[in-house]
């Protein structure tokens, strides 16, 4: 995206100046974030989402704002809770978030930000509760036997598990009734056949190389002229 409509000096500039800004900021989440500590006793899970997405932009336009998103969670969640939120590890290709974003959520009361290396499988195991706006960590986390909150309608929302939020006002009591769930691996086992039954083999990278060969000259060029005959 910070190709489009520029010449090629600027997108030198860009390239570097983006290089350059990302090590800054990847080098404040070395220092400021623990990629391992000890978890407090109760806790709930918020892993961010990789931002510019389409599960965001797309599929959960009125949750754009992620802090704003933890701080509801935070104000949200029984008083003997901690809320941990996790950075997405892919943001690093974003160039990851500004300092005073993550500054802006470690300041939040109540919350606890971890690197984005932590190991999801210690957060799922000792958790509580996982609140997801819209990604694909609300189903993994029921492998562990944990709940889910979603704030939009998703594929997996029709596990019995998983509760989607439909009024914000809604949130806290919608937490203490999530966290008396249980997980029956029943359903998880009926929702995988499900899946199933309604799924076709696709090997998308396949299809990706051929795809960036006959429009964009193997991946190579983006800035390309389509024929109408292709």
């Known amino acids: 995206y910070t190709y489009y409509g520029r010449t090629k000096s600027k997108v030198i500039f860009s390239y570097i100046f983006d290089q350059i800004r990302t090590r800054i900021r990847e080098s404040f989440l070395n220092k400021n974030l623990k990629k391992d500590i000890s978890l407090p006793e109760n806790f709930v899970?918020?892993?961010?989402?990789?931002?510019?997405?389409?599960?965001?932009?797309?599929?959960?336009?009125?949750?754009?704002?992620?802090?704003e998103a933890v701080k509801n969670i935070a104000k949200s969640i029984p008083i003997n809770y901690k809320l941990v939120v996790k950075e997405h590890p892919f943001q690093g290709d974003r160039g990851w978030r500004s300092a005073s974003d993550y500054k802006d959520i470690m300041n939040i009361p109540n919350v606890i930000l971890v690197h984005p290396s932590f190991s999801n499988e210690k957060l799922y195991k000792n958790c509580s509760l996982l609140v997801t706006i819209a990604g694909t960590?609300?189903?993994e986390v029921t492998f562990y036997g944990k709940p889910v909150i979603t704030f939009v309608d998703l594929n997996y929302s029709i596990l019995p598990s998983v509760t989607t939020l439909?009024?914000?006002?809604?949130?806290?009591?919608?937490?203490?009734?999530?966290?008396?769930?249980?997980?029956?691996?029943?359903?998880?086992?009926?929702?995988?056949?499900l899946?199933?039954?309604?799924?076709?083999?696709?090997?998308?990278?396949?299809?990706?190389?051929?795809?960036?060969?006959e429009f964009f000259y193997g991946g190579r060029l983006v800035d390309t002229e389509i024929s109408e005959s292709k």
């Not at 931002?51 to 336009?61: D, N, Q, T, Y």
């Not at 809604?170 to 359903?187: C, T």
């Not at 998308?204 to 960036?212: G, I, S």
């Open 45 to 67: 899970v918020f892993p961010l989402h990789t931002e510019v997405e389409r599960s965001l932009l797309i599929g959960a336009p009125f949750y754009i704002n992620q802090i």
């Open 137 to 139: 960590a609300g189903f």
């Open 166 to 193: 439909k009024n914000p006002h809604e949130l806290p009591a919608l937490i203490r009734e999530s966290l008396k769930k249980k997980v029956n691996p029943l359903d998880l086992n009926r929702y995988l056949s």
């Open 195 to 213: 899946l199933e039954r309604n799924s076709s083999e696709f090997n998308y990278t396949d299809f990706t190389a051929k795809f960036d060969t």
